[in-house]
Antibody, heavy 121, light 106 residues
Framework: EVQLVESGGGLVQPGGSLRLSCTAS????????????MNWVRQAPGKGLEWVSY????????YHAAAVKGRFTIFRDNAKNSLYLQMSRLRVEDTAVYYC??????????WGQGTLVTVSS | DIQMTQSPSTLSASVGDRVTITCRAS??????LAWYQQKPGKAPKLLIY???TLESGVPSRFSGSGSGTEFTLTISGLQPDDFATYYC?????????FGPGTKVEV
């Protein structure tokens, strides 16, 4: 059974940087991470879900929400079964639980457990 | 970006009730709509995609309908495990957007 595990969250000051990771486990020969399209989705405390970024299987296509464009970068390393989110110039409003989610034609059908990012001085 | 709205924001219901949640898109998204269920402290769970297709393993009391700009999620015979927050999500383009959520409470 494929599972996604996020890591890298923590407390960071406004203006700081942080890199989140999402690693897939339980990968089999017929179900490889390199074939997955992936997303980052976040959820501020007590708030709803907000899509953040998308990347296709070979990293050719990358899209970011307007709220993070120019500050966040999504990338992946298929050899390591891993997805990343490089976050810079962080703001207080970026405080949230960040989930990675597998994208199947636009549908997030597999989610990680999330990692909490807190931006505060 | 395509904006999504949901109504109501909170819904009070009892076990056995039939519950309907409405989701509207700011422009036509055909049937590129998914529904998710989320419980406190947990990741969302996919329930329905392509507006009306039930994800494998999801109980048949959940159903979805609609196309274009208006969609509904119906729970026929609410069970104790169904008290949660429900989100719609459009995937008409790569800039996915979620609705604000509907909390189903006792």
């Amino acid at each position: 059974e494929v599972q996604l595990v996020e890591s890298g969250g923590g407390l960071v000051q406004p203006g700081g940087s942080l890199r989140l990771s999402c690693t897939a486990s339980g990968i089999t020969i017929g179900n490889t991470f390199s074939s997955y399209e992936m997303n980052w989705v976040r959820q501020a405390p007590g708030k709803g879900l907000e899509w953040v970024s998308y990347i296709n299987s070979d990293s050719y296509l990358k899209y970011h929400a307007a709220a993070v464009k120019g500050r966040f970068t999504i990338f992946r390393d298929n050899a390591k079964n891993s997805l990343y989110l490089q976050m810079s110039r962080l703001r207080v409003e970026d405080t949230a639980v960040y989930y990675c989610a597998r994208d199947k034609g636009g549908i997030a059908d597999l989610w990680g457990q999330g990692t909490l990012v807190t931006v505060s001085s | 970006d395509i904006q999504m709205t949901q109504s109501p924001s909170t819904l009070s219901a009892s076990v056995g009730d039939r519950v309907t949640i409405t989701c509207r898109a700011s422009q036509s998204i055909s049937d590129w709509l998914a529904w998710y269920q989320q419980k406190p402290g947990k990741a969302p769970k996919l329930l329905i995609y392509k507006a009306s297709t039930l994800e494998s393993g999801v109980p048949s009391r959940f159903s979805g309908s609609g196309s274009g700009t208006e969609f509904t999620l119906t729970i026929s015979g609410l069970q104790p495990d169904d008290f949660a927050t429900y989100y719609c999500q459009q995937y008409n383009n790569y800039f996915r957007t979620f609705g604000p959520g509907t909390k189903v409470e006792v």
